[in-house]
């Protein structure tokens, strides 16, 4: 199944890079998503080329409970960010991938930051959500689409917030 997601954020491109590379704004939109426990590793620099991973357990009310079956009470995601260092316009680009633990279910794609106008940017998740499950794959497939969709609208609530809290150059209030 395709994904494609974007967040807006209401900050010129090299202050968004700033926040994705965080790690308090990463823990702040991990428990947001509803992490019961969370690891957060933010290796490499804005300044250059940065890689965020983070591994949360989830509980799985999102899950339909006809597929509960196949991940339990909770659920183990590891993400990872690989972004390229900046091009000389700020803007970025990399490759994220989503895998759940003991779940057959996997993300991988493309993201990209993005200038929108001076004061904003976009970040855009393209990708294929797969699930290795015998007839249930479509469902399962769709679910997680749709778990991950709620994490970044959550993402994107986050964020606004976070810069809104700590307006400065390059924000908006």
Known sequence: ???????DLPTDVRHAARLLADPAYVHAKVRAAGAVDQHVDVTGTVEDAFTVTTRRQLPTGQIPAHLRAFVG???????????????????????????????????????????????ASRV??????????????????????????????????????????????GTTA
């Open 1 to 7: 199944m395709h994904l494609h997601v974007t967040i």
């Open 73 to 119: 009470d909770r659920i183990d995601v590891r993400q990872v960010e690989a972004w390229e260092a900046a091009d000389a316009d700020g803007s970025r680009s990399g490759t994220v991938a989503v895998e759940i633990a003991g779940a057959p279910v996997r993300v991988t794609g493309r993201t990209s930051l993005v200038a929108v106008g001076s004061d």
């Open 124 to 169: 855009t998740y393209d990708g294929e959500v797969r699930a290795a499950v015998p007839l249930f794959a479509a469902a399962v497939e769709e679910a997680a689409g749709s778990a991950v969709r709620a994490a970044l609208a959550t993402e994107q609530q986050v964020a606004q917030t976070w810069l809104a809290e700590r307006a400065g150059p």
